[in-house]
């Protein structure tokens, strides 16, 4: 593992000790977060959590419309639900083998199922 991958020891950190540091730091277009650039790059890289300056700008700002709450409604309504509704008859469809008879009263259990 290289020192990139490992990330710097605690005691070359910068420690940061004021408000007015803080605020810097969070507001500057020099900083950017490394957190995400280490192990969980295969995972995250490319994601917003990586991107930085102009990238992550445009990036949040085209995805902000897909989690505005009409689009979430929107998706639940005409994606997920159907999607549980569906998994769930064809599991109903299955009662006569016990062991999906349990796989569809646990989804019930735990609030998954909605008579909405």
């Known amino acids: 593992m290289t020192e990139h991958q490992k990330g710097p020891a605690v005691a070359e950190m910068t420690h940061i000790t004021s408000p007015a540091e803080v605020d810097e730091i969070l507001r500057s ?10 192990d969980s790059f295969p995972l995250l890289g490319g994601s917003v959590l ?3 300056r102009t990238e992550h700008l445009q990036r949040r700002r085209l995805e902000a419309r897909l989690f505005a709450r009409d ?11 159907p999607a549980v509704k569906r998994r ?14 349990w796989a569809t009263t ?4 735990h609030g998954w199922c909605s008579s909405r």
Do not use: Y
């Not at 277009?29 to 280490?38: M, P, Q, Y």
């Open 71 to 81: 689009a979430l409604h929107i998706s639940e309504q005409s994606v997920l639900l």
């Open 50 to 52: 990586t991107l930085t």
């Open 106 to 109: 646990s989804w019930c259990s």
């Open 29 to 38: 277009t020099d900083i950017a977060a490394d957190l995400h650039n280490r």
């Open 88 to 101: 769930l008859a064809a599991r109903t469809a299955l009662r006569t083998d016990p062991s999906t008879r």
